[in-house]
């Protein structure tokens, strides 16, 4: 795997791409309308050959989050990418609570359930219309990505771990706030009250049925001892354990969903591999301005952090780096920040297959789920946006992202919160 393979895997899963073929991120959510990706009012690109070579833009961030700087705190490019990765979770969670929801409570729609999918309904045998109800209007409405009291999912990062000693340089923890809530013995969630302290079990089962129990919701943070980038490890290892999990409550489902939705839902993950690469794709491209991270000052004596901490060198060899196109090749070239000595049929090879992407905006560099778009559900809209709006009563047209303040985007796709994701034929029928 070579690492614009990797990002670019990292990037789908989170409903980030390519869409010019000039390297230039954007977030489709609605496929219609790619919606730049900023941070700080600066454009994040991809590190393309073509992208390198024109050097640091005033008006650019070039993504590489593997040039974290060990002896630093989080990135800005880390911060983002930890927010994009809660947000696209924070969606599915919400599109496969509402829909195991709303066929639990319609018993017409049970008989069309296979055995293993059926099984379901069994743990949540009194799901009816009132406690769906409850579940859309006073948990699904309110559920936000911002706000800490609202939130489905929470993922922080910090260094080392609760454990002292056991080599751990950096921790990705994995917290579902709602949870909490349930835990306590009244009628409230997330502020507001519902129906009945029965209602709130069957809705907090409906989330263990997703989620999994306390054992396995815990299973999923996960403390990274890489010596090379370890916050993008530590992140990108957790999102793939609540990412099979995911996958799984989908697959099981996907009668349920329709074939379209399921596909939407899922995520490919196939990026893990490069997990066990970090030294040799962390030395293709050199470290970039706003990946490194924040220095770390002591908050007593306000001294910068200086303490040693060993980090590997790169790699000195020649490695494989994928062109501008993010395709693969097995063709052994040099590194794409110094004069390139392809031939030269090979460089117009590679120049034509740019030229042909930019003609094309509308193709996606890093999708492949252009013809899904195109189709339309029989019982909803074209896409996430369209779920959203319907369970939120706000729209999503000719919004951007914004910058928060932490220097990550947000975009806003529903009252009381944000999400970010695209592309969902959601089956929702009843707000």
């Known amino acids: 795997m070579d690492l614009n393979v990797f990002y670019a895997g990292v990037l789908k899963d989170v409903m980030v791409e390519d869409t010019t073929g000039s390297g230039l991120l954007s977030s489709v959510y609605d496929a219609e309308k790619p919606q730049p990706i900023t941070i700080g009012g600066k454009r994040l690109v991809l590190p393309q050959r073509d992208v390198l070579k024109a050097g640091n833009k005033d008006d650019q961030i070039i993504f590489h989050p593997l040039s974290e700087n060990i002896t630093r705190a989080e990135s800005d490019v880390i911060k983002q990418l930890r927010d994009l990765i809660q947000w696209r979770c924070h969606a599915i969670i919400v599109v496969l ?5 709303r066929v639990a409570a319609t018993s017409s729609e049970h008989k069309r359930l296979g055995p293993q999918a059926g099984k379901y309904l069994k743990q949540v045998p009194d799901f009816d219309e009132r406690t769906y109800d409850a579940l ?5 409405k309110r559920a936000s990505v911002t706000d800490p009291e609202r939130r489905l999912i929470s993922i922080t990062l910090r260094q080392g771990s609760k454990a002292k000693g056991d080599g751990v340089l950096r921790s990705a923890n994995v917290h579902f706030p709602i949870f909490e809530d349930f835990a306590r013995d009244d009628v409230d969630v997330m502020g507001t009250a519902l129906p009945s302290k029965k209602a709130k079990a069957k809705i907090a089962k409906l989330f263990e049925i997703i989620l999994g129990t306390e054992d396995e919701r815990t299973a999923y943070s996960y403390g990274s001892s890489n010596m090379d980038a370890p916050y993008l490890h530590a992140l ?9 999990r995911l996958n799984a409550i989908v697959a099981t489902h996907t009668k349920l969903l329709g074939d379209d939705l399921a596909a939407e839902l899922k995520l490919d993950l196939d990026w893990v591999e490069g997990l066990e690469e970090f030294a040799r794709l962390r030395a293709a491209v050199p470290p970039q301005k706003g990946n490194e991270g924040a220095i770390k000052v002591d908050a007593e004596t306000g001294k910068v952090d200086s303490a040693p901490v060993t980090q590997r060198e790169p790699v000195k060899e020649k490695i494989l780096v994928a062109p501008p196109t993010a395709r693969e090749t097995k063709e052994e070239v040099d590194l794409p920040w110094e004069d390139g000595k392809l031939d030269a049929n090979r460089r117009r090879e590679l120049d034509r297959e740019l030229a042909e992407r930019r003609e094309d905006n509308r193709r996606p560099v890093l999708g492949r789920r252009e013809e899904r778009r ?6 909803g809209g074209t896409g996430i946006g369209d779920f959203l709006n319907k369970l939120h009563g706000t729209r999503t047209d000719d919004r951007r992202d914004t910058d928060d303040r932490r220097g990550g985007v947000r975009q806003r796709v529903f009252g009381g919160g944000y999400a970010s994701d695209r592309g969902f034929r959601a089956g929702a029928r009843r707000y």
């Open 97 to 101: 609570a509402q829909e195991l929801g």
């Open 136 to 140: 859309v209007k006073k948990v699904l």
């Open 236 to 244: 990108l290892t957790a999102f793939h354990r609540i990412g099979v």
């Open 374 to 379: 195109e189709e339309r559900r029989e019982s």
